[in-house]
């Protein structure tokens, strides 16, 4: 599966791109498996997003797509269809927070 | 001729400043990794173009940066922290055992003989060494697993690793500095350690003889002379005349003993300065005056230094990282505020001036002096 993801700003830095990112996902399309691939790709952004070694999601960064708030589904909870199939991209925020 | 480069980490992103020999004219670069936070930057002093810098934000964490051309391009290297075995507890502010965990990197200390192998202080303190140029970290265990850990506690910054200092005339001696446990110190490449805290008195350690909890600011000590440490605690500036095993307060005439770095001429071991700071209340310089002060006995004699320093309505602090000097001849001493100023002086203090007024929040200044 090809599906797309929106990366906040400082890591659309950091990972040098511009705009979405398209990635190859195998098997089940969900927030695990995205991640790996992201990171796969994108190795500086590993820590970033979620912790290298327990793998929870960092606090200030949430998880939408299809205008709902996925950021406590389960990381291997199927995402919704649109997503796996490309046609909504699956964004990556940083918190609202001051400072 | 030889000149000079000044990295700079601020709240917002890192700046590099360059001048010649003189000193006089300086060239910004910046900002380096907008809109985060760059607790340090240091090059090695084998390789000056192999810089490091720790890069941090609470949405995203940490982050190793790696130059290989003084500045001009990075690479982001390994930022995986793990603390080795159990990572045990420590004191929280309550009083209560909190697990260590880490938070981020306050400090980065190249080794004096090899560009690829550097220091990492971290909060909740730990040291971390990488032999690969940081790609990978390797916690010094020794040091977090002693028999004190599950007491030390933070101070208001956060239990961090501070200072590193490599004694250049013992490979395997490392001093470090921890917020709020003190001083300690490894003749074994940091297989072992010792509390290095005998002398110190703070207010709320009744016990004179308390193996640590002392908020100890910074360390520093001259090349030429490793045995003798100068410290600027909470309260009170010391020396050691013995490699930490005791100190003695040298605060002598200072309007404050409070502050937080301190550091020394790169040619008179004698010669040290400091930034008084009113209170552990108010952090600012006292009276609305920004001036470093200077001793060239060590200790105890302090004259102020004023000439180009703002003199009223001053209310800037500088951190402990945020002051460095320069082996030209004469030396020079660089110190940047909370206020985003830069003041560089090319005289070993009788004078200074601004190299920039308008940064960020100041937290970091490192000094190169380039060939």
């Known amino acids: ?99 | 001729m030889s000149g000079v480069r000044l990295l700079v980490g601020t709240r917002k992103g890192a700046f590099i400043m360059t001048a010649d020999g003189k000193r006089e004219r300086w060239d910004i670069s910046g900002p380096h990794f907008g809109g985060w936070e760059l607790y340090h930057l240091k090059g090695s002093p084998v390789d000056p173009n192999r810089l490091y810098a720790a890069q941090h934000t609470s949405w995203h964490g940490q982050l190793i940066q790696r130059s290989n051309d003084g500045g001009k391009t990075w690479e982001a290297v390994g930022n995986k922290f793990v603390y080795e075995g159990e990572p045990g507890t420590h004191l929280w502010y309550d009083g209560t055992p909190r697990p260590f965990e880490f938070v981020r990197v306050w400090h980065l200390e190249p080794s004096l003989s090899d560009p690829d192998t550097v220091y990492a202080g971290i909060q909740d303190a730990a040291l971390y060494r990488s032999s690969d140029g940081g790609q990978s970290w390797q916690e010094l265990a020794g040091l977090r697993t002693h028999k004190s850990a599950p007491a030390w506690q933070p101070g208001a910054g956060g239990m961090c690793l501070h200072t590193i200092l490599l004694d250049p005339s013992h490979p395997d001696r490392i001093f470090i500095a921890i917020s709020a446990a003190g001083v300690f110190r490894t003749d074994d490449a940091g297989k072992t350690w010792r509390p290095m805290n005998r002398g110190l008195k703070s207010e709320g350690i009744p016990d004179p003889n308390a193996e640590v909890g002392h908020c100890v600011h910074r360390i520093a000590m001259h090349r030429s002379r490793p045995g003798v440490l100068f410290m600027q605690k909470h309260w009170d500036v010391m020396r050691s005349d013995d490699a930490g095993e005791s100190w003695q307060e040298v605060s002598g005439n200072l309007p404050s003993d409070f502050g937080f770095p301190i550091d020394v001429h790169a040619h008179e071991p004698e010669t040290i300065y400091v930034v008084p700071i009113k209170s552990d209340a108010e952090h600012y310089v006292p009276e609305g005056k920004l001036r470093v002060y200077r001793s060239r006995t060590g200790g105890n004699e302090w004259e102020a230094l004023t000439k180009g320093l703002p003199q009223s309505h001053c209310y800037v602090n500088v951190l402990r990282d945020a002051m460095a000097v320069d082996s030209l001849d004469p030396c020079g001493v660089y110190f940047g505020t909370t206020g985003g100023q830069v003041y560089a002086s090319a005289d070993a203090g009788d004078s200074w001036a601004p190299i920039v007024r308008d940064l960020p929040s100041v937290v970091s200044v490192e000094a190169q002096t380039l060939p």
């Open chain 1, 1 to 99: 599966m090809i599906i797309r993801a929106v990366l906040p700003a400082h890591l659309r830095t950091l990972a040098r791109v511009d705009g979405e990112v398209k990635l190859k996902v195998e098997g089940q399309v969900t927030q695990r498996s995205i991640l790996d691939a992201l990171e796969a790709r994108y190795p500086m952004l590993r820590g970033t997003i979620r912790d290298q070694v327990t793998q929870q999601r960092r606090a200030f960064v949430r998880f939408f797509a299809c205008e709902e708030d996925l950021s406590h589904e389960p990381p291997d909870a199927p995402l919704p269809e649109a997503v796996a199939t490309g046609g909504e991209p699956f964004l990556i925020v940083g918190a609202m927070a001051g400072g």
